[in-house]
């Protein structure tokens, strides 16, 4: 056990330097031709961490031997990653997107600022939020899709779009935090250390939407010259009209996944439904996100598997943390490892004070835009928006940068 302890961290760190060097690999492939595609597919950020869990499987097979690596690839819980697939799908679907759209311009008409503005903040404030009730996952969708035609696109600087992409990132980690079921981390405790909705509006939820609030309108008034009112979100144009009952009844697919995500066997047969719904409406339909949502699946679950051997190192370190310390910690945790599988790791831990509880939860979600990997739907949040990024993809240092300002604001309204 030890051997393969030893060998799952370093596979695991090298993993992270692979997030990190995803950009390089893009400009190998545009510098090679013979070995283009391979230099590509090294530069998918959603590749990495299946592959490395890959390797991490072959590695054991020689080790402990092949029965055991199979029966550790098995014991594991791959629920979420499943689930982000299904929802992602769902929430991108054409007539939510259209209903969601409908319901941002509505807003934006009501606001003393021109529409362009208007729909950037919402996108960036509100739609976060609302991912307290249909999960961080789905409103990570929904955000990114609505923002990409506006603000991650070529033209628009890429210090810019970086700040951007920052603040959707640490709002949504931040914004699921009004209910006790919608923010991964947060679910992870929620039912051991009994913190229900009304614990987390009177805890977390105030704070997190000052936090929201501040960074979206931060980011939207460095945005305010580079937004032209045309490029409003998907468009429609040439396109059969989608009916609202058409829209209703994905609302109600997508509240279905929602309510049973910890049932995959229920919200994977919800979404048969979906497909075959989705088939017999098409004209109503635009290309579903299949291959976006099965890469960050697979990167989801490269990461359950890479990550679950992780624990040796990881919850003696936390354990041993004082409660401001634990907040810090779990703040530069979060950026080399999910935030869910850290507060879960925490939860194990017997003795902790109230204190300490509140303060690793703060810093997992405060911590949960530095990185792709610290939280479970900036997978998505990437895949959505990388194309408007120069190479195609979005570099991990870039976003690092971009995340720290309103990663410092999470962190100061938490602890203070």
Known sequence: MDTINLVSAILFALALVHTFAAKSFERLAERSAKHAGLFHLLGEIE?????????????????????????????????????????????ASRPVLHAVMAF???????????????????????????????????????????????????????????????????????????????????????????????FMVATFGWKACAAVLFNATAVTFLLRSHLADEAAGPQDQGRTPVPPWVSAIHLVFLLGVVVFAHHPVIFLGIFLFFLGFTQAYSQYQNALILKEGLLVGFFLAGLVVLGGTQQWWLQPLVSRLEPVAMFFGAVALT??????????????????????????????????????????????????????????????????????????????????
């Open 335 to 416: 950026a080399i490892t999910d935030n869910a599988a850290l507060t879960y790791l925490g939860s194990l831990i017997e003795g902790l004070s109230d204190q300490a509880k509140y303060m690793l939860v703060a810093g997992a979600v405060a911590g949960g835009g530095l990185t792709v990997i610290a939280n479970a739907p900036n997978p998505a949040g990437v895949a959505l928006v990388r194309h408007g990024f120069a190479d195609e993809s979005v570099g991990v240092g870039s976003l690092l940068l971009g995340a720290l300002l309103p990663t410092v604001v999470a962190m100061a309204v938490f602890i203070l």
């Open 104 to 198: 941002v311009s509505a807003l934006a008409r009501l606001m003393p600022v021109r529409d362009a503005l208007a729909r950037t903040w919402l996108c960036l404030a509100i739609v976060p939020l609302i991912g307290s009730l249909i999960t961080e996952p789905a409103a990570m969708t929904l955000a990114a899709l609505m923002l990409a035609p506006s603000v991650f696109r070529k033209q628009m600087p890429e210090w810019v779009k970086y700040a951007a992409l920052g603040v959707l990132f640490v709002n949504v980690s931040i914004g699921g935090t009004l209910t006790s079921f919608a923010a991964p981390p947060v679910l992870m405790v929620a039912a051991k250390w009994q913190w229900n909705t009304a």
């Open 47 to 91: 590749v990495v961490f299946g592959l490395w869990a890959f390797i991490l499987l072959v590695a054991m097979a020689f080790i402990q031997g092949s029965k055991e690596a199979i029966d550790y690839v098995e014991s594991r819980q791959y629920t979420e990653p499943l689930f982000v697939f299904v929802i992602m799908v769902v929430a």
